[in-house]
């Protein structure tokens, strides 16, 4: 059942995220494992992807059995007709669905996944979700003998695609350490930040970190187009000193050419803000910047931009004129 072998994926530059892993994670060895991945989305489709690519035994789900069947025929493995099924003598269940009710749904009940693991397993979830939901499954997984570890990405789509995804972890430290290794075929940068919970509270601090530097870019560079100044230019000289970021580097070209078919979606990001300030009323923070941002995103979407890039905050200024 286990094997080993080396990861040759290539590793592109993307968005840093917390925590590094060393040496390089393409040339470490690594166990080989049956996984099975839950959820076939923009993200879960080239996670999955490289998990077969490292050499692991993959039977993946997705809601729309079309998308798994098209999965199957590109990289071969097998599916499952259930999320129970799929998770069937898996050592791993990787899952990256929508939100808290999607994960839910693919976790619990006669269908779901831990109905089909056995104890001594471990479930590894992708997604974005809330710290309640996290702890709440995190005690139903437990009391099946099935470690549970969240372990949310940043990175993008990009990131899923190219394998360099920045994952933040919560749950035991066994269980993490257990996992580690398979999450290396798709993540640079792995770390576990504490008990269960940590990896998704870490997530959203890095999703309001990116809500104000998105907007802090967007009216510079709105700026920077009304005093009549070359944008472009402008970027190369300030990027090189304290105002540099990811963001910048990465976004203001396409920001600058009005391009937002790409990225990140707005919708997606305004649900994970939206569980930072839940969160935040939970334990007490202040995140008036991150309300404020979340606010923007509204009226991107109201300007039909859901499924913009997040850094299509500058077309809502523009739009102000």
């Known amino acids: 059942m286990v094997r080993t072998g080396t990861d040759g994926a290539h590793r592109a530059q993307e968005e840093p995220g917390p925590g590094t892993c060393s040496p390089p994670i393409a040339k470490r060895n690594f166990e080989m494992a049956k996984v099975a991945f839950l959820g076939l989305g923009v993200m879960g489709y080239p996670m999955a992807g490289h998990l077969k690519a490292a050499g692991h035994d993959v039977c993946v789900f997705n809601r729309t059995a079309a998308k798994a069947e098209k999965w199957v025929e590109e990289h071969g493995g097998s599916m499952g007709v259930t999320p129970a099924e799929a998770a069937k003598g898996?050592?791993?269940?990787?899952?990256?669905?929508?939100?808290?009710?999607?994960?839910?749904?693919?976790?619990?009940?006669?269908?779901?996944?831990f109905a089909g693991m056995d104890s001594g397993t471990i479930f590894?979830?992708?997604?974005?979700?809330?710290?309640?939901?996290?702890?709440?499954?995190?005690?139903?997984?437990?009391?099946?003998?099935?470690?549970?570890?969240?372990?949310?990405?940043?990175?993008?789509?990009?990131?899923?695609?190219?394998?360099?995804?920045?994952?933040m972890c919560g749950g035991d430290q066994d269980k993490y350490d257990a996992a580690e290794p398979i999450m290396q075929a798709y993540g640079r940068s792995i770390k576990r930040l504490g008990d269960s919970g940590a990896?998704?509270?870490?997530?959203?601090?890095?999703?309001?970190?990116?809500?104000?530097?998105?907007?802090?870019?967007?009216?510079?560079?709105?700026?920077?187009?009304?005093?009549?100044?070359?944008?472009?230019?402008?970027v190369d000289v300030i990027s090189g000193g304290a105002a540099g970021s990811w963001q910048m580097a990465n976004r203001y070209e396409t920001?600058?050419?009005?391009?937002?078919?790409?990225?990140?979606?707005?919708?997606?990001?305004?649900?994970?803000?939206?569980?930072?300030?839940?969160?935040?009323?939970?334990?007490?923070?202040?995140?008036?910047?991150?309300?404020?941002?979340?606010?923007?995103?509204?009226?991107?979407?109201?300007q039909g931009g859901g499924r913009w890039d997040t850094s299509s905050l500058i077309r809502r200024l523009r739009a102000m004129g």
């Open 90 to 113: 898996a050592d791993f269940v990787m899952s990256c669905v929508g939100n808290d009710d999607d994960l839910r749904a693919v976790c619990t009940g006669p269908d779901g996944a």
């Open 255 to 302: 920001m600058l050419d009005d391009r937002f078919e790409h990225g990140f979606a707005v919708d997606w990001m305004r649900k994970d803000l939206g569980i930072c300030l839940d969160t935040s009323n939970d334990i007490g923070a202040s995140l008036p910047v991150t309300a404020l941002v979340d606010q923007f995103y509204k009226d991107v979407q109201k």
């Open 124 to 167: 590894v979830d992708h997604t974005t979700v809330s710290a309640k939901v996290t702890a709440e499954l995190y005690a139903v997984a437990s009391d099946k003998g099935i470690g549970f570890v969240d372990a949310p990405v940043s990175g993008g789509q990009a990131g899923a695609e190219n394998g360099v995804l920045s994952i």
């Open 199 to 234: 990896g998704q509270l870490t997530k959203m601090v890095n999703q309001i970190c990116i809500a104000g530097l998105v907007q802090g870019l967007s009216e510079g560079l709105h700026f920077a187009e009304k005093a009549g100044l070359d944008g472009k230019a402008v």
